[in-house]
């Protein structure tokens, strides 16, 4: 079915915001609540149990920094995407968001690794509190680099032809979002001992 | 409803016919619209429907209590297993699929594009996907009476660790359907949600100011932000109790680490401000109605929504108010009962708000009136029960009563479906073209109202001798006996009985008058907001002319204007503003 045309509540601005940025601000700000009640569950739950510090001491503190340093290069190319679609650069903001993109799927692979390299010590899901939260937070967010890099991916085609480049500043906000919550997840589940 | 004629929607229904041929087919007229107003009407068919599922399921546990053990006509004999997914279902059903749905689902869409005047959401597909999840999250929840054990039993609040384990609960598949419906129903108001506030902050008329927003789109509004704030604990609960469930995680078992109060946290700081989601709405319906039929202009708007963000912030620090007997801090308890009775500052003001409105106004008492003012009279009570369970002292006494019951049922029933009647019976013209016929709608009003009294006002007495909820039959346990009470659980259930058996005059008044009402014009009650600038029912894309904003929606009775109300795209011309 083809796509129907845009209805005219999307071409208008009163706030002077683009519709599509003031949406994905929104989006952000529901996914904080949803992170946000997993993180203080975990962080209420971690103060009351001193003894979750045995069982967080198996996690790689290397691969965790290593995987936070990624992150954080994708995020500036993230930047330089937006900046390339700025000044109508459709290729560059194209190959930029391909870079991100990759980061992000290093991030995964690097994830993939650790966590082989876990379950294959016996720590599943199921091994008690701590490794709950442990697969299931970080789970989570993987799920988030996932669809941010295909996303990424996808707007990358568009943008090489130079169409909807303002796309590019709304995932670029997702992706610093994203990048943001693994900036508290990497303290709290694999620093905090 | 609509038929597209024109425009892109037309080439997009038309699709794989010949070019030029405009029909579009059923599947893409009733399922695969984009249009804000069909989506509107999807959802407000599925929410009556299920609204009469979770009436159904009321009279079958109404009729187990008032003669237990007996074969209940249309349904057969309620075991206690069975009884327990009875009211789980109901309550679920009722709040989630029910009063979210037509309340903030259906009302939202139809008034929102026509009352700010554009065309549609800003984001119609968004919209259109948020349907059809919400529709995959019925089907599940209706299946899962169907699978083996039957349909969830581990009530609606859905406590774990009784919810968390099939040993317990018995219902284990039932349980894990269940999550996934909620969690399903959640993604599908939050994609409809944003939707919602963008459209409104982004897509107004030109000359629409913040001040000059109908106060049932603010309701919708601020109810969607209120929905999206406290939702997203929730969902995370819902993946992890689901997790509990199949895949052995601990987060909820006390043995293994976790913490069967976390969940409790978690659903009630979305669970509370969920009272005000279903409840703004409502009150927003009822300010319109109440305006246009006291001939007035509202009282204190800027009130009303000081007072509306108020009731929303606080609504957030209240949750621990279900908890006071879950073991929670004496200290702790001490503050929610504060922050609980404080809450009741905004409302009670936005009551008084509505009574200065109606005070000397020329009053008509038309069907929709009748809903609002019932509206606030029943919330009243509802509010005043409040009172006692706030009141952590008083809740230990009450807590899990018929009381508590009683109370819930004061504030949801007046919201869910007061509110979704007023507003129904208010836009029935705009949305189909017809109007209601009265007498039959003042029928429908009496019985429901006089009956829905009789149900819980027997309630809120049993629950005070000390009948306690979910239990299947007080005849198997002799500290729960209490025979004299007997009359009063029979009553409540003659109550459910003869609720429902008004609703035909509603449903007869409803269908009846899509083909036979009389024909509604543009403007049948004489309104000033833009949803009646258009004709009933409006075509696609709304307004043939996009509107220009000059006013407020409640300029009813100005004085030195010829006609009582002062529609809020009409220009000043010289002469009105000599005589102004």
Redesign the interface.
Same mark, same amino acid.
């Given at each position: !079915?083809?796509?129907?045309?845009r209805? +005219?509540?999307?071409l208008?601005?009163?706030?002077g +915001?683009p519709?599509a940025r &003031?949406?994905t601000w929104?989006?952000i700000?529901?996914? !904080? %609540? +949803? %992170?946000?009640?997993?993180l203080?569950?975990y962080v !209420? =739950?971690r103060l009351? =149990?001193p003894?979750?510090a045995i069982a967080a001491s198996n996690t790689n503190t290397k691969a965790g920094a290593f995987n936070t340093f990624v992150l954080l290069t994708s995020s500036l190319f993230a930047v330089l995407a937006h900046k390339a679609a700025d000044a109508e650069d459709g290729k560059g903001a194209a190959k930029y968001l391909r870079l991100t993109a990759l980061g992000g799927f290093l991030f995964l692979i690097v994830k993939g690794f650790e966590w082989t390299h876990e379950i294959r010590e016996g720590f599943v &899901?199921?091994s008690?509190? %701590?490794w709950? %939260?442990y697969y299931?937070v970080a789970g &989570?967010h993987a799920l988030h680099v996932l669809a941010g890099a295909i996303i990424m991916l996808i707007f990358a085609v568009d943008a090489a032809k130079n169409v909807n480049l303002p796309r590019v500043q709304c995932i670029g906000l997702y992706w610093h979002f994203v990048d943001i919550i693994w900036i508290f997840l990497f303290p709290l589940l694999y620093i905090a001992k | 409803m609509t038929t597209p004629a024109t425009g892109a929607h037309a080439q997009a229904g038309s699709h794989g016919h010949e070019p030029g041929h405009h029909e579009v087919s059923f599947f893409h007229k009733y399922l695969w619209s984009t249009d804000h107003k069909m989506i509107a009407m999807q959802y407000l068919f599925t929410g009556t429907a299920l609204a009469l599922i979770g009436g159904y399921l009321a009279y079958v546990f109404r009729m187990q209590l008032a003669f237990p053990g007996h074969d209940v006509p249309g349904y057969g004999l309620v075991t206690p297993n069975r009884y327990n997914s009875l009211v789980t279902m109901h309550g679920s059903i009722m709040i989630f699929w029910v009063a979210m749905p037509v309340l903030v689902a259906a009302f939202g869409n139809f008034l929102i594009p026509l009352m700010i005047g554009c065309d549609d959401m800003v984001f119609p597909r968004i919209n259109r996907l948020s349907y059809q999840v919400f529709l995959v999250s019925a089907i599940i929840l209706l299946a899962s009476f169907f699978v083996h054990g039957g349909a969830f039993g581990g009530a609606w609040t859905s406590y774990p660790p009784l919810s968390a384990k099939g040993v317990y609960n018995l219902t284990p598949i039932g349980a894990s359907l269940w999550l996934v419906a909620v969690a399903l129903e959640f993604v599908a108001f939050l994609l409809g949600g944003i939707n919602f506030i963008v459209t409104t902050m982004n897509g107004r008329a030109p000359g629409m100011r913040m001040w000059d927003i109908p106060v049932v789109v603010w309701m919708i509004v601020i109810a969607s932000v209120l929905f999206m704030a406290s939702v997203g604990p929730l969902i995370a609960g819902a993946v992890m109790l689901f997790f509990d469930q199949r895949l052995g995680t601990a987060f909820f078992d006390p043995g293994r680490g976790g913490d069967p109060l976390l969940w409790q946290h978690l659903f009630w700081f979305f669970g509370h401000p969920e009272v005000y989601v279903v409840l703004l709405p409502a009150l927003g319906m009822v300010a319109e109605i109440m305006a246009v039929f006291a001939r007035k202009k509202l009282f204190g708007y800027r009130t009303i929504l000081y007072t509306t963000w108020a009731t929303g912030i606080l609504s957030f620090v209240v949750w621990a108010h279900h908890q006071f007997i879950a073991g929670i801090d004496p200290r702790m308890a001490n503050v929610f009962t504060i922050t609980t009775l404080l809450i009741s500052v905004p409302i009670t003001e936005m009551i008084f708000v509505y009574i200065a409105t109606l005070y000397g106004g020329s009053i008509q008492f038309t069907t929709p009136m009748l809903w609002a003012l019932s509206f606030v009279a029943e919330f009243l009570i509802g509010g005043v029960t409040g009172i006692f369970l706030g009141a952590s002292g008083a809740d230990i006494y009450f807590h899990d009563t018929y009381f508590v019951v009683a109370h819930f049922h004061y504030t949801f029933f007046p919201s869910a479906i007061i509110g979704m009647f007023a507003g129904l019976t208010f836009w029935y013209p705009k949305m189909f073209g017809r109007m209601l016929n009265e007498t039959l709608g003042k029928i429908h009003f009496w019985g429901t109202i006089i009956a829905f009294n009789v149900i819980f006002i027997p309630l809120f007495i049993t629950g005070a001798a000390g009948d306690q909820r979910r239990i299947y039959n007080y005849a198997l346990f002799s500290e729960q006996e209490r025979p004299g009470l007997q009359h009063l659980r029979e009553l409540s259930t003659i109550g459910v009985i003869v609720l429902l058996a008004f609703q035909v005059f509603f449903l007869f008044n409803f269908f009846w008058s899509l083909r036979h009402g009389e024909r509604a014009s543009e403007n049948p009650w004489l309104s000033n907001t833009l949803e009646w600038t258009v004709p009933s029912p409006p075509p696609h894309g709304n307004f043939a002319e996009l509107p220009t904003v000059y006013r407020g929606p409640y300029e009813y009775a100005t004085p030195g204007r010829k006609e009582d109300y002062w529609p809020q795209n009409a220009p000043i011309t010289p002469i009105e503003e000599g005589a102004l």
């Open positions: !079915m083809s796509a129907p045309a209805s +005219i509540a999307n208008r601005s009163v706030t +915001i519709t &003031l949406v929104w989006v700000a529901s996914e !904080m %609540f +949803i %992170f946000g009640g997993l203080a569950s !209420m =739950h009351a =149990h003894e979750w &899901l199921a008690g509190g %701590f709950s %939260f299931t &989570l | -």
